[in-house]
């Protein structure tokens, strides 16, 4: 009796802790807050004071640390700026800031001053290292530490209305001015800078370059590790990046030209691919091959991913990231269907039916996705970027429900329909109907968390984006 009466009340709270969904949806991690308080105003004011006594240049970024590198505690400012930096750095707005993402019981938030810095923009930048702030980038490479972050808050000191901060995947721009901070995963975030079409401004953009360890209070020597590593490469990063800011010899040139092609790099497969997803995937392989052969723990492990993600993110879709899904499902979609076709090669007879199906069901999907858009076939309006919009052309004027999704069906019946596909693994296709069409109920009955596209958006997307056609 005790069991029969107690697990309702497990399915209840599994279902309104979203347990069940929290693995396969795409948080999003860039934080924000705004520096308002007396003391902070006034930190703010000093700081960039000083600066624009310094004269700092215009042709490139100007730096000034926190600390000196390896001297912890030693700082090359003078005392009144550095107590200014250390009030902004210890605001109670910014510890609340995390706060609002990860619960304070459970997480730690502590400063790294060896990597903090007062960072002075320029809008001029000629194939040298200034150049990878205007490129997409991730500032780290732990991108596959987990549990912990290293997370740069960017704190605008003074006005600016000329350089946006752009987060592809969220996605948002922010021009941050007067006390604005956003706050982004130091190893994971893709971000880049871009000015304004127009907008220009007066005098310096001076922004505040914070750095926090957030670690959950269980894993404190695993996040200081991190904290570790970030801070050295941080410090390699930094020599290469002033050894190549003015490209006047050809040493420099051919490190700038490094530089930017690594930046490139890190950026095209975490933007495209992801690093976790590639990890994963090589994993499973290894898995298969070493530990499990002939279990078919390959197959298993990375077919039905993506539904896993449709049903969660279609649950959950507010505060989530919408580029990070997009890639996901994508990806693992990919590699799906990617062995299903091999499968149908490998045991290919002529079959009209099968192909028939195949092309019939993909080609509807296909149709489904080009009428609907990219962004609104994974759920656009549904995360709160595109408002609602009714479409009314082909294949959605045939009166199809779910098309998109009924040709998919379709199409995975055509890989059924192969014997040789249909006897060597005839649960395969079943399971994918079956996940497929409880994502179609789902959609059907509109079971998720956010009643209306206003709910969705509220207070999470800035303006440029928000009620984009």
């Excluded at 902004?88 to 459970?106: D, G, L, N, W």
């Excluded at 960072?119 to 500032?139: C, G, I, P, Q, R």
């Excluded at 998720?448 to 056609?469: D, V």
Aim: charged share 15%; proline share 6%; glycine share 6%.
């Amino acid at each position: 009796m005790h069991t029969y009466y107690l697990l309702p009340l497990c399915l209840d709270a599994a279902c309104h802790s979203n347990v069940l969904s929290v693995w396969f949806v795409a948080h999003n991690d860039v934080l924000s807050c705004k520096l308002q308080s007396p003391e902070e105003q006034s930190a703010m004011q000093t700081i960039s004071s000083w600066v624009i006594s310094q004269s700092p240049s215009t042709e490139h970024t100007t730096h000034w640390w926190y600390e000196l590198p390896g001297k912890p505690g030693t700082s090359p400012l003078p005392e009144q700026t550095y107590q200014a930096f250390k009030t902004i750095v210890e605001s109670p707005t910014m510890r609340e800031m995390f706060f609002a993402r990860f619960p304070k019981c459970s997480y730690e938030v502590v400063p790294i001053p060896a990597m903090n810095e007062i960072y002075v923009a320029s809008d001029k930048h000629n194939l040298n290292s200034d150049t990878v702030f205007y490129m997409e980038h991730v500032d780290g490479p732990w991108v596959l530490y987990p549990f912990c972050h290293v997370y740069r808050c960017m704190c605008a000191m003074n006005e600016n209305k000329q350089i946006y901060t752009e987060f592809n995947n969220v996605p948002s721009r922010d021009l941050l001015s007067n006390g604005l901070v956003t706050g982004l995963d130091f190893n994971r975030e893709v971000h880049r800078i871009a000015n304004h079409p127009t907008d220009t401004n007066n005098g310096h953009r001076i922004t505040l370059k914070n750095h926090y360890l957030v670690y959950p209070k269980i894993l404190a020597p695993y996040g200081r590790l991190l904290a570790y590593l970030t801070s050295r490469y941080n410090f390699a990063a930094r020599a290469l990046f002033l050894n190549t800011i003015k490209t006047q010899s050809v040493m420099s040139k051919i490190g700038a030209f490094f530089v930017l092609a690594g930046t490139q790099t890190m950026f095209m497969t975490q933007q495209y691919l992801g690093f976790p997803n590639l990890v994963y995937v090589a994993a499973c392989a290894l898995i298969d091959a070493f530990v499990l052969p002939g279990r078919n723990f390959f197959l298993i492990s990375t077919s039905f991913i993506h539904y896993c993600m449709y049903i969660a993110n279609f649950y959950r879709r507010y505060g989530l990231c919408h580029g990070i899904f997009v890639r996901n499902v994508i990806f693992f979609k990919i590699v799906a269907i990617s062995q299903l076709a091999v499968m149908y090669v490998r045991n290919f007879e002529f079959d009209p039916i099968s192909i028939a199906l195949l092309v019939l069901g993909y080609g509807l999907s296909s149709a489904a996705a080009a009428a609907i858009g990219l962004d609104r076939t994974y759920f656009g309006s549904e995360m709160g970027i595109y408002k609602p919009k009714w479409i009314s052309g082909f294949p959605y004027s045939l009166g199809i429900p779910h098309p998109m999704i009924v040709g998919s069906i379709t199409g995975l019946l055509g890989f059924y329909k192969l014997a040789g596909i249909r006897e060597a693994f005839p649960w395969l296709v079943p399971v994918h109907v079956a996940l497929y069409t409880t994502h179609c109920l789902q959609e059907h009955f509109e079971i998720h968390t956010s009643k209306s596209w206003e709910e969705c958006t509220k207070g999470l997307l800035a303006p440029i984006y928000q009620g984009k056609e």
